[in-house]
């Protein structure tokens, strides 16, 4: 990516700042960095969250957060026909929403704002794997440790409505939770049409490839992966396939009665909040796989060597990051003091960065790393899912598995189920 440009002198754009409500609105003239992306939406983002986190980092870390932090946001609208069009519209507003209230979080979960920036913004999102599976864009950081998904108006709504109860809940547990680390929320328009975007934690590693994934829910009916799915080079297993393909969790009896504290305490918090529908995302990496394709491209390589010797060209060398198993690590951003520190071994991870991952059990009949969190965390149980539970009662009866029911059968149904995913 070619580096920011800066702006001219005279191209300026006008920044309006609207902190809040009730604050004064005021012009001020701002230097601006541009970040290129294919997308314009993506373009103003990672202007957007620049511009915010650069003006965080002049206001001082309140000391407790208050009602009005939770309906706070930010307004920036910028209107500038000459300014650098080549890479930013001529006109767009970027919007943050309680910004104090996940610069808060981010402290929680131990991220540091110019960390979080670094990663957004230093290089351009990339389509994320699942992005084809999702009904808007689906992105992760160019680095891997953030998520950037596109969400409707009424998720933000939904997000909103929790965000005080949810704050409260990573306050109480101290940031030990399985549920998706919310970093920010935002809205582009680009074009008068808006785009809402939040950011989340990678729940998989930045480093360690994902070798199978499931989205468990607890039921049983119409939760099988389709034939079009089961042909992807990773797909989706739900709970039958799992079933069927007697999969289990290898993890010690102190890993298991931590992990399902966790997620005893978390659906708790979602039934509180009268959400359901939420799954247990469970991504498996092999670390035997990992070590027989690495030691295959160790052999390839010595066969190149040898040919070499008889006076046949070689073939450019792999380069490191493209090692079987592992992803590159980024220079800058969440992940990238790690480049200062030797290189981990197969299926080794840094716990304060793959926060959802597990070791297996030493005793394990094969060697994994698991990567586990709850997913679709926003649904909450209004009219359309009492008449989806009506029809499908009729269609399945009352005792059926459907996987729409009351919240607290829900979260039952769901512990139940995933109490028993460990072997």
């Known amino acids: 990516m070619s580096s920011p440009g800066k702006s001219a002198g005279a191209s300026h754009p006008v920044v309006k700042l609207a902190r809040t409500k009730s604050k004064k ?16 939406v993506l373009s103003v983002f990672m202007w ?19 009602p009005d932090d939770f309906k706070a946001n930010t307004k920036i609208k910028v209107n500038n026909h000459l300014f650098n069009k080549e890479n930013l519209p001529s006109h767009f507003k970027f919007k943050e929403y309680c910004p104090q209230v996940f610069r808060n979080l981010r402290e929680r979960f131990g991220i540091e704002d110019l960390d979080y920036q670094a990663s957004l913004v230093h290089s351009p999102p990339v389509q994320h794997p699942d992005s084809q599976q999702q009904e808007g864009l689906l992105l992760s950081s160019y680095d891997r440790t953030l998520i950037v998904k596109k969400i409707s108006s009424e998720e933000v709504e939904d997000m909103l409505n929790i965000l005080s109860e949810y704050h409260q809940h990573i306050v109480t547990c101290h940031g030990s939770t399985l549920l998706p680390q919310f970093l920010g929320l935002y809205r582009i328009t680009v074009d008068s049409e808006d785009t809402s975007l939040m950011v989340m934690r990678n729940m998989f590693s930045h480093r360690l490839v994902v070798h199978r994934k499931y989205d468990l829910k607890g039921s049983l009916v119409s939760r099988e992966a389709s034939d079009k799915e089961k042909v992807k080079e990773l797909p989706t297993y739900k709970d039958v396939d799992f079933r069927n393909n007697m999969q289990k969790v290898f993890v010690s009896e102190e890993q298991k009665e931590k992990i399902m504290e966790k997620l005893n305490r978390d659906v708790e918090f979602l039934v509180q909040q009268r959400i359901m529908d939420y799954s247990l995302l469970l991504g498996i990496h092999d670390v035997d796989r990992v070590e027989r394709e690495e030691e295959e491209l160790e052999d390839s390589s010595l066969e190149e060597e040898e040919e070499v010797q008889n006076g046949i060209p070689l073939a450019p060398p792999a380069q490191p990051h493209s090692v079987a198993g592992s992803h590159g690590t980024s220079p800058e951003g969440i992940a990238g003091y790690m480049n200062s520190f030797k290189p981990f071994g197969p299926g080794e991870f840094d716990p304060y960065i793959d926060v959802y991952a ?66």
């Open 25 to 40: 609105k005021h012009f001020v003239h701002q230097k601006v960095e541009v970040f290129r992306a294919s997308n314009p």
């Open 48 to 66: 957007g969250v620049n511009h915010t986190i650069n003006d965080l980092s002049q206001i001082p870390v309140p000391v407790m957060l208050l």
């Open 358 to 423: 597990i070791q297996s059990d030493v005793g394990a009949p094969q060697r994994e790393v698991y990567f586990m969190g709850l997913i679709d965390v926003l649904t909450q149980y209004d009219t359309k899912k009492k008449a989806a539970h009506a029809a499908k009662t009729v269609k399945h009866g009352a005792g059926a598995e459907i996987s729409t029911v009351h919240p607290e059968q829900y979260a039952k149904r769901f512990r139940d189920f995933i109490a028993n995913i460990f072997a």
